[in-house]
Each structure stands twice: as structure tokens, then as C-alpha cells.
């Protein structure tokens, strides 16, 4: 991108910094201040004309430099790089929001320029039992039109896994992906999943969701056929039950561990004498933990490229649900699906951590307390005071403002360290080197889970909600129309 670009987006950056308050609302502080002052001195009407011409020709400057930026980044582009810059600010995006395509659009470049091929991603996924897999899902398919990767497969698995499946496979129709593969997986764990009112209701996205799926062992099979045919490697994403990559490994170990080029993987890990365990207090290895533990038992034995990202990072790189609502005015359905999912879900979800019996709740740990101080932002109500009564059931909703989107991390991950760096987010905190004694062989892996800064958490956040607003108001609204 040339300087002028750049200006404009820091331009960009700072007015952003100037219009938004910490709870997202516009909150043009430093020109209500003014006026406030302004207000108190009634009689100094020469000052007041002077300060609204001040602020007038301000404001008028702030809009003259942003348009000769974009202008000038416009005009420095070649005629591909214009139609994107000019695509991109035509998706009503804000001007930080456009700065992050327009830093994604220079990787996509220099990636064209290095002939880098586009990272093939197979998804395994429980979609709809979780907003997140879904809001993942939408980054998958920005960075899919962006060429960092190539959705090879999407596999859905957990109880009805069937059902998830035509719920990606309708998603990825409505974000003009309708001819990447997706099948349906195993039931993801022994035991029972209670799956919940919200997960599918509102969730026919497009025509043709009604199509027959296969399953999701033919369809593994088929593209690590088709890697080894290519002699290319492939980038697992995983984001639910492990179940399905084990048995697939176990029955196909050669191929497994010659085409596959990474393992990312949402859930948690223990560390310890070199052997990473599976934490078994992540959902993701809690469905079989024991599947989980084989995993990854594989994943060292063969010494494969493994991330994993735990829910530590994601809490403090949640997003203010004023995302999900613009998601909703962005008219597409997916938009409306996720914010009334996110509030449906959450309600439910505080609903089991004030549960007296811990067994009841989604995790021992997580009561009324927890997901108040993790979800809400209860304790910042105005004049907040002990002795409070708590919130009961849907009382909670107008505190639910933090939106944890635990499975985009790794979805960020899986597009390669040039996209994840780009806007300096220091997501992957922690990186080791492990050797397996005997075998001769390296294991790498790194785990996201120490707390980032809040500088890190914001441009994260601000990552996340770009691309989620990009997908659900730019390119794929095209399809959507149709
Ligand atoms: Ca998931």
C-alpha cells in the first residue's frame, strides 16, 4: 500500500479513537465538551460563533484529508488493487475497520507477489452449537476471497450432526462459497448432547440447503486423497469434538502424516516433561476426552505442527455485542441469525451458571458470579452498590455486552503468522520446541493462552468485527441477492 494509504488509514485510526467511547457508542466527547462550555457562556456569542466555526472547519478538514487519502490510495493502486480498495469501501465499513482490509489486502498482495498458494483448510466443526462456529465459518470465508486460504472441506460433527452440516453448508452458500464440500461427522462423543431451541431455528440461509451431504469419513478421504494426488499438505482446523480426526488418523495414519501441514486446534492443553495432555476441562476435548488424548498422543508421535488456543485469550478479546447488532442491520440473514443466537444462547447460558448444583452448570466453575464478571457488564451499572439483586433470567439482557468468540482465534490462526501479524496481534504468546525421545523427530506447537494487553485484545477485536461485518455486508451480498 503507498504512505498515502497508510495516512489516511491512521488518519482514520485517530478519528475513530475521537468518535467511539469505551462501550462503542459514539461519543463525540471533545466537541460536546465545547459545546458544553460553550453552553455555560451564554453571552460569549463572538467565542461561540468562533468555536463552531472551529469545529465546522475541523470537521471539514477531517473529511477533506480523509477523501484525498483515499483519493490518493485509490489512484496508487493498480487497476485489481482499485477494484478491491474501491469493493472495500463500498461495504460501510468504518475508517478503522477499512484500515484492517486495506492491511489484509497488502498480505493478499505480497502473497501474489511471493507466488504463495493459498493455505487448503479442512473445518471440522459443531456448527450451531455455538454462535462462534459460525461467526468463525464468516472469517473462514473473508480469508477464503482474500486467497489466504482455500476452504477444501468443512466436516460437521456432534449430535444432530446431520443438521449441522446443512447448516454450514447453507452458510457457506450465502457467503458465495456454495461449492466447497461439507459432510457430516461422527455424533462427536458418547454421551448424550441436549442440543438447545436456538441452535437451528432461523437458520435457512439459502436455497438448496436441503442438498444430500456425505459423510464425513468419504469426504476426509477424498481431499487427503486429492492432497496426495496435488503432493500438497494440508491445514486442520479444529473446532469441536476431536473425535472424527482421531479415527480418521488412526485409519489413515500415512496419509494423515504426510499431507498434513498443521493442527489447529480450540481447546485447551497441559503441559508437562515435555507431553502436552489434553485439558479436560475444555468442552472441545471433554466430548470424548479419550479421543482427545489419542490425539494428541498422534499429533507428538508424528511430530505434526500443532496451535492451540485456549479460551483465556478469547475472553479478553471479546467483542462488544454492538458488533453482533450491526451484523443484524447489515440485512443479511446470517447477521440476524448470530445476534439473536448470541442473546438466546447467553440467556440460556446464564441461566445454568445460576445453578445452585455445580454439575448442572456448563462447567463447575462457571456460576452467576463468573458469568457475570466474564459476560456482562453488570458490574459497571450505573451506581452499582453491594447488596444488589442479581439478575434473573432474561433480566441479564441488556448486560450481555461481551461476546467471547473462542473458535475465531483459531480461524485467525489457520490463515498463517503474515495475517495474524499483520496488525501486530500478539495472539501467539508462547511457543516451545518439543522432542520426542527416541524417535529423532521435533515436535513444534505453540498455545495461545496467556492474557494479551488490552492494546493486543482491542486490535484483535477490531480484526474480528471487520472481517464479520466485511463478509456479512461486502462480497458475499452479491450471492445473498440473487
Ligand atoms: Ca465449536
Known sequence: MSRFGRAGIEHGREGERRGKGSDGRTDR???????????????????????????????????????????LLVTSYNAKEVSSAEQFMSMGLSQRELGVYLKLEEVSQRRKENNQVPRPVVVITDVGKDYDDLAALVVLSE??????????????????????????????????LGDVPVAFGTRGSPDDHEVLDHEFKGAEFSRGASVELENGKALLTRVYQTAKEKDEKLYLLCLSSLQDIFEFASANTDLVVKYTAEVHMQGGVSENEHNLKPDGNAANNRFNLDAAVEWYLFIQRHAIRSHIYTKNAAFIASLDSGVFKELAATGHPIGAYLRRVQVEQDVAFYKRACESDPGKRFAPFMDQTWFLDHKTNWHLRPHPSEGDTLPVGEEVIPYLTKIVLYDVLAALGVAGDDVVDVLKNDIKVESEVLGESGSGKTMHYSVTNKPVTSEDADRISLEVASLLKGALSGRSKSVDSQ
Do not use: D, T, Y
Not at 460569549?44 to 470537521?59: I, M, P, Q, T
Not at 486467497?147 to 458465495?176: C, D, M, Q, W, Y
Open 29 to 71: 466527547r471533545s466537541s460536546r465538551g465545547e459545546a458544553a462550555r460553550v453552553e455555560r457562556r451564554p453571552r460569549c456569542n463572538a467565542r461561540r460563533g468562533h468555536l463552531e466555526r472551529s469545529s465546522v472547519l475541523f470537521h471539514a478538514l477531517e473529511a477533506s484529508f480523509l477523501f484525498l487519502g483515499l483519493l
Open 143 to 176: 480469508f477464503h476471497h482474500f486467497g489466504f486460504i482455500e476452504l477444501r472441506a468443512v466436516v460437521a460433527n456432534l449430535i444432530p450432526a446431520e443438521k449441522r452440516a446443512h447448516l454450514a453448508k447453507a452458510a457457506l452458500e450465502s457467503l458465495g
